[in-house]
């Protein structure tokens, strides 16, 4: 028995965010502007362009004022933002943020080490975030990090985090994210733990954010697939990774991602051979390789 | 709808094979015994141990008779050779080997590259080492591959790969194995192809060798599942590839599988910290890191 897949899946593309929030190596805003323009050239109708969190403390995200005022809105496409506090959302507000994710832990400790509050404060704060976000005119992804599990309290039970998505939903967030922070997730729990998110959430919008932490993301995604998510976060180069989380890898990454979309006949508005050349500045700027398997392609054999 | 998974899985496991046959740098045949004992006691019970190939051409191959004189034959292990010619196969009885995979690729163009035969041609020798094989006692796993796909031709229609397996079933061979030596499958084709063999071999043993050269082989494990595979051939820290496949690259990692089907609840018999470390001394061997995600679990975050 099989259940369809989504035609087309939307990638929300999370590099200049997640991806090299914690990257030492500082991006300059001119890269950061040259991404976004190339990441739309090449189809993507999703970016995630900035936090706006303590400059001290996340470097990279300093610009964030200076990207926004900058990056040229293109119709069609999707700028988001990712916001944490009052004070960041405020900024925000003050650069015309279409789009923002305000997102909870479903793990007390990761909420405590994350956000210094436990589940139950932080919920009551984003809760406020949104209703603020909401009458500025914005749009609302609310979402649940460690979903599928946390690094340090392992199995996280499913009823803490339908506890957060009925208050998501009755807050009226216009989508809702489930982000597996850890990596922890597998195909079998992604099934059980979508089945009961899609009975609280119906036709609401699902979007997924994964770590490729253990090697199982795109066994995850096409798990996800077929319970009908067609909206994924994944980052250029498979980047990214949470400071507050032990042993955290990068996301999913886009090229993988959208090259096993391809491969299956699902459409993402993707040109991929384009995406990535667009990553190749990027790789070079970090002085790393990419992690993405999708690149085999395009290099020669080792 | 949910198809259930199966509750037991076997890993055939090929590193000594598969995994080391284009290594440049020749493991000592003292080194191959100590890691099928180590196999063995972590609770792998299925091992390619050696392919019977000429000796000059694949030198990492050549002590197969001295492999076989030595390896301790414990009861419930299943030792495996690979078999490609006539010459091999009586290489292999000499030896006492008591199953061996015999493989028909579905590509004219790799079929010629890999044994200088038609498919039609090497079906026929097939059919013949088959016959001998069982003469001789062996049980024989009859195996396709490119199965999913061709680097040379692209896409393989599946009426090719189901004429390979019905002539193998008419035979009587005791397993069939489906490769995707050019390691294109995706989850999706996984289930097209799987479900049409399944209407040919009906309850005879299948099994999967698949390559994760990008990036989908758990996809497609996960995906195999859900159609009710329960063998796999894995290799250990992801090594492998066919030296006439241009861009090969390794088989799926047997520590990466092993993970996600203990992760699913799945059972391998397999003790999965053990199994890393049994890799240690081979990675050092080969002197180059093996791409396995498992191992994060084992190494302080980079």
Redesign the interface.
């Known amino acids: ?3 369809s ?1 989504p035609k087309k899946v939307q990638i929300h593309e999370v590099v200049l965010r997640d991806g090299i929030q914690n990257e030492k190596k500082l991006i300059p805003t001119e890269e950061k502007l040259r991404l976004i323009r190339e990441l739309v050239a090449c189809g993507v109708r999703r970016i995630e362009v900035s936090s706006f969190v303590n400059r001290s403390l996340v470097p990279q995200m300093a610009d964030a004022e200076a990207l926004w005022e900058r990056i040229e809105r293109r119709r069609g496409v999707l700028y988001s933002a990712l916001i944490l506090s009052e004070g960041g959302l405020e900024r925000a507000i003050r650069c015309r943020v279409p789009h923002v994710g305000i997102f909870v832990s479903a793990s007390e400790t990761h909420s405590l080490k994350n956000s210094n509050k436990s589940v139950s404060e932080a919920l009551k704060e984003a809760v406020r975030l949104i209703d603020m976000a909401q009458d500025a005119g914005m749009k609302v992804r609310a979402g649940v990090m460690n979903a599928f599990g946390c690094a340090y309290e392992g199995p996280v039970p499913v009823h803490r985090v339908l506890k957060l998505v009925r208050a998501f939903k009755k807050r009226g967030a216009d989508e809702i994210c489930l982000a597996d922070s850890s990596g922890l997730a ?4 992604m ?1 059980d733990v979508l089945a009961r998110v899609r009975g609280e959430t119906g036709e609401m919008e699902l979007s997924l954010h994964l770590h ?5 993301g ?2 995850n ?3 996800a697939l077929r319970q009908g998510v067609a909206i994924f976060d994944t980052s250029l180069g498979g980047l990214g990774g949470c400071p507050f989380i ?4 990068g996301n999913i ?1 886009t090229e ?1 991602t959208v ?2 979309l391809h ?3 699902l459409k993402t508005g993707i040109e991929l051979d384009m995406l990535i050349e667009a990553g190749l500045p990027l790789e070079t700027l970090l002085g790393k390789a990419f992690q ?3 690149s ?2 395009k290099r020669p ?1 080792s």
Chains 1, 2 share one sequence.
């Open positions: 028995m099989k259940l897949l597998n195909p079998l729990r099934e490729n932490t253990r090697g199982l795109l066994a995604v096409f798990s032990p042993g955290a890898r990454a993988d090259f096993m491969e299956m006949g993405v398997f999708a085999n392609l054999p």
